[in-house]
């Protein structure tokens, strides 16, 4: 309870901003907020003094926290426009459990720098991807159990390294397995809540027994952070949603992709600094 006390207000009031903008351009862009969350909370969490060599890793830790609710919610909007293929979610979700799991232990084990450094290529691909509006097409049909779990695997490690909720892997999968792209973003969002889950508690076990790391931290997660994104990022969604429908997405996405770069590049100059 004396943590609670001792935290600065202010702090509270810069997250609750970033929930807010967060959630507004998940609603506006049908996008997972770790591509904005992750470069600010590191910056944030850099001037707050916490330990230099775990910045990305609470950035990343906290990020998939947060991801938890807001995938919640995206997955009940789905499910009630019948968009979620329940089956591809249960063949895939056993790899997506074990693959975010054990992503998220892996990242406890790299340094800042080079984890700074995949986060940026990554989401340079990502952000490629919305410039280009690529979308692969569709050529086979979605494999049994054991290749869904196999890509689950891959989706849930690299879904843990970068805190995504595994749209930017798993809509294009499926849309190249012949999925409608309606039904492969439904069936993402309905495959977030298990990486959010498995990736929060991978944090959390792996970043339990490090020395030094802020009060109000659970594992590598800073918990008034969560807290405070969670509230606004689930009231801005809804009207990002709506907005959805007036605003010109096409030309957004292509200047959202190119802030999701300038994001990553301040957050590796930001790694430099404290590794220097």
């Not at 340079?124 to 979605?142: D, I, T």
Request: hydrophobic content about 60%; some cysteine; glycine content about 10%.
């Amino acid at each position: 309870m004396d943590a609670w006390l001792l935290l600065d207000p202010s702090w509270i009031l810069v997250y609750l901003g970033l929930g807010a903008v967060v959630g507004f351009f998940a609603g506006l862009l049908g996008i997972g907020g770790g591509g904005i969350m992750v470069p600010i909370l590191t910056s944030l969490f850099a001037l707050q003094g916490f330990p230099g060599e775990h910045l990305v890793h609470m950035a990343l830790a906290t990020s998939m926290a947060a991801i938890i609710v807001t995938s919640i919610a995206s997955l009940r909007a789905h499910h009630q426009h019948q968009a979620v293929i329940w089956s591809v979610v249960a063949a895939i979700a056993p790899g997506i459990i074990a693959g975010t799991f054990a992503g998220a232990v892996v990242a406890a084990l790299i340094p800042t720098l080079p984890l700074a450094i995949f986060f940026v290529v990554f989401m340079s691909y990502v952000a490629l991807q919305m410039m280009l509006n690529v979308k692969p097409k569709p050529s086979r049909e979605l494999p049994g159990m054991l290749g869904l779990s196999a890509a689950g695997m891959v989706i849930g490690v690299v879904s843990a390294l970068v805190a995504i909720g595994g749209g930017s892997l798993s809509v294009p999968f499926m849309t190249w397995c012949n999925v409608k792209l309606q039904h492969a973003i439904g069936t993402s969002a309905a495959i977030g809540l298990p990486i959010a889950l498995s990736g929060s508690l991978g944090y959390w076990i792996s970043g339990w027994q490090i020395a030094g790391m802020p009060a109000l931290s659970v594992g590598f997660i800073y918990v008034p952070a969560v807290l405070s994104m969670t509230v606004l990022s689930v009231m801005t969604a809804p009207l990002g949603a709506k907005l959805a429908h007036r605003l010109p997405v096409a030309l957004l996405k292509k200047l959202f992709a190119v802030m999701l770069v300038a994001l990553s590049g301040k957050m590796l100059h930001t790694v430099l600094i404290a590794s220097a």
